[in-house]
């Protein structure tokens, strides 16, 4: 019997990935769990396990190719001894769960939970493919159907909501909208593209590197070369666009003699101890964040626009951008406020290593309530840093250089970095950020005062 499988929704409400390549080919025998494939979603790299024990019939998609979750991928001929037996009840759950009306349950597949089963009254998302509404017919070669009355109804949205989602490139056929009658709003647009993926402007080292062959197109005679745009890449413009368009952006600075903070560094790198951890500004600055974030809720909240209402977290998931060959990935260390400076330097290096080396999973790219970002490892004072969608504080923190200072009331040379805020003018006001920055810098300049603060 032929058996379908459906590219599943690999986490994080993410609505498409990308096949990097195929482990089996057509005709092969495969056992169950046996890795199939290797995906790309806006987040990781992930490799997914065959449902089936049987002989693969059909490729639906090539590598390379950009697949909608709920999709048909991959067929089996699978024999009847082999099949995988429904749980118990759930055959009578569901024909229960029609006979009243409901939706029925979304039912766990190997790799997380399969696409959402679409209700009439719903608009579906793009794309989408229920098991229900593929026809699997051995003998045909044509692509599988949408059930009938899969996509209905009108979009019901307000001319500045629905240039929003023009600028960011998200369908509104896609949200579900949280406002009165259906009505989408702003905030449901930025949820709809934080769901594709999370954070800040692209910082790769290098344009270009992470891209397969067959999306770079041969340089055209005029010069030009063409390069395919998707997974990271895509996610972060798509979550740029919205987060600027939506959240009014306020940027302050502040240049800090760190002269201090950069001794205590190299003493702690000095001590037996912390030999196996890396200790570095970047994670004494997260430490101290981490910190007076509780002091400076406003920075450590979000701006929930349905209900009109400001979020505040009473923990701190500082998440930490890393420019890696796939573009830029922001790992999260959860509850930095309770992780001690080594614990924190440990964290960062272990999590930044992950999104380079590629197995990194989503969760540890989810759910930052603040953002860092050190620009200075390029060699960068300072810069205005976008607001990942859904937070309202992201701070960048510049190159340590040697300069003329102020100290002691003589003209010496020291070493200073610049500190740049950006934060949501609608949860933040400006004596918010700077007495944030403020504190921050009295702190950079005297590390001692770490303690105080704890």
Excluded: C
């Amino acid at each position: 019997m032929e058996k379908l499988f459906n590219l599943p929704d690999l986490g994080e409400g993410l609505t498409e990935s990308e096949i990097l390549s195929w482990r089996v080919a057509v005709g092969e025998n495969v056992e169950l769990n046996q890795i199939i494939a290797e995906v790309e979603t806006a987040k990781a790299v992930v490799e997914l396990p065959s449902p089936f024990s049987g002989v693969v019939t059909r490729l639906f998609e090539p590598a390379g190719a950009v697949v909608n979750v709920g999709n048909p991928i991959i067929s089996f001929d699978v024999p009847a001894t082999h099949q995988i037996e429904e749980p118990a009840g759930q055959k009578a759950q569901e024909s229960t769960a029609a006979a009243k009306g409901a939706a029925p349950t979304r039912q766990p597949t190997l790799v997380g939970y399969g696409a959402a089963v679409e209700s009439a009254g719903r608009p579906s998302r793009r794309g989408r493919v229920t098991a229900a509404a593929v026809e699997a017919d051995p003998q045909s070669e044509s692509t599988p159907k949408m059930a009938a009355g899969a996509v209905t109804g009108a979009v019901r949205a307000r001319p500045p909501v629905r240039k929003l989602a023009r600028d960011s490139h998200v369908d509104l056929s896609t949200v579900f909208g949280s406002g009165e009658g259906g009505l989408i709003t702003r905030e449901d647009v930025v949820k709809a593209v934080s769901r594709s993926l999370e954070e800040s402007a692209d910082t790769a080292p290098e344009f270009g590197q992470g891209h397969q062959a067959a999306d770079v197109k041969p340089a055209s005679s005029n010069g030009e070369t063409r390069v395919a745009v998707r997974g990271v890449r895509k996610a972060t413009a798509t979550a740029m666009v919205a987060s600027a368009f939506s959240a009014p952006h306020v940027t302050e600075f502040l240049s800090v003699d760190v002269t201090e903070t950069m001794e205590l560094v190299d003493r702690l790198r000095a001590m037996p101890r912390l030999a196996d951890v890396k200790i570095t500004i970047t994670s004494v600055v997260a430490k101290a964040v981490s910190l007076l974030l509780a002091r400076h809720q406003g920075l450590n909240s979000r701006w929930d626009e349905a209900s009109g209402e400001i979020i505040e977290y009473h923990y701190v998931n500082l998440g930490i951008a890393a420019a890696t060959e796939r573009g830029l990935l922001v790992p999260v260390l959860k509850g930095s406020q309770a992780l001690r400076l080594e614990q924190v330097a440990g964290e960062i290096s272990a999590l930044t290593a992950a999104a380079r080396s590629g197995s990194i999973t989503p969760a540890q790219l989810s759910g930052a309530t603040f953002t860092m970002s050190n620009i200075g490892v390029f060699g960068v004072d300072s810069g205005t840093p976008i607001l990942p969608p859904g937070q309202s504080g992201i701070l960048a923190i510049g190159q340590v250089r040697k300069m003329p200072w102020e100290y002691r009331d003589e003209v010496a040379l020291r070493k200073v970095m610049t500190l740049s805020l950006s934060f949501d003018h609608r949860v933040v006001d400006g004596e918010q950020g700077a007495k944030f920055l403020s504190e921050l810098g009295l702190i950079l300049r005297d590390p001692a005062l770490l303690i105080a603060s704890v």
